[in-house]
């Protein structure tokens, strides 16, 4: 399909006899900005105040409002969609088989997109340690939850891996396991939100989860 207008954060390129998305530097920036913020919990009132405070131009080069941060989070093309319009909103664009067509570049990962979605859903927890008001320390989602597959001891987070632990007290482990973390979170944050984000609002476990407090 082809493009019109690109999305704030884009531009048309042609590249061979085909008209792509690339990044625009300095929008896309912002863009990613976006996405860290909400998922840090900050409200897109607050944070349009921020941008328009710092002179930086919205999407149609006037000021920001903050129904233009909620259209940001949810718009297919930032996680690599190409879209469609159905009535007034932009939806994943399916070919004859039914499957999203992917563009060739994106500015947030499909579970980055589904985060800053649900936070400002209120559906779940604004993501720890990412340096905005707000945010605490960060902390590690698998801590003590992995089983090294060789000893069956837990597995702590070191550098940028999830490594058994018997191994790391210099003990003897017949196979030590290692897994990145940054894929690892990822998978986990992205099916633990396709089931929150499946949820009614008078889902009794949501109920009780909202009279706890946020999740």
């Not at 531009?11 to 863009?31: S, T």
């Not at 093309?77 to 570049?105: C, D, M, S």
Request: hydrophobic share 35%.
């Amino acid at each position: 399909m082809g493009y019109g207008s690109a999305p704030f954060g884009y531009r048309v390129e042609i590249i061979g006899k085909r008209r792509q998305l690339v990044p625009d530097p300095d929008p896309a920036k912002v863009v990613q900005e976006i996405f860290r913020r909400v998922s840090a919990g900050e409200s897109a009132r607050t944070f349009s105040g921020d941008l328009n405070a710092r002179g930086t131009p919205g999407p149609s080069g006037g000021a920001w409002q903050h129904a233009a941060i909620s259209r940001t989070i949810s718009h297919p093309a930032y996680a690599g969609w190409q879209v469609i319009k159905e009535g007034r909103r932009l939806v994943a664009y399916r070919n004859e088989a039914g499957e999203r067509v992917g563009l060739r570049t994106e500015l947030v990962d499909e579970a980055g997109q589904r985060l800053a979605q649900g936070v400002a859903a209120g559906k779940v927890r604004p993501l720890a340690g990412d340096g905005f008001p707000g945010a605490g320390k960060a902390s590690h989602l698998s801590t003590d939850l992995l089983r090294c597959d060789g000893c069956k001891r837990a597995m702590t987070f070191r550098g940028l891996s999830y490594k058994c632990e018997k191994e790391r007290a210099c003990g003897i482990c017949p196979a030590p396991a290692s897994t990145y973390a940054g894929a690892l979170e990822r998978e986990v944050v992205g099916r633990w939100l396709n089931v929150v984000m499946a949820l009614e609002p008078t889902t009794p476990w949501r109920s009780r989860s909202r009279s706890a407090g946020r999740l």
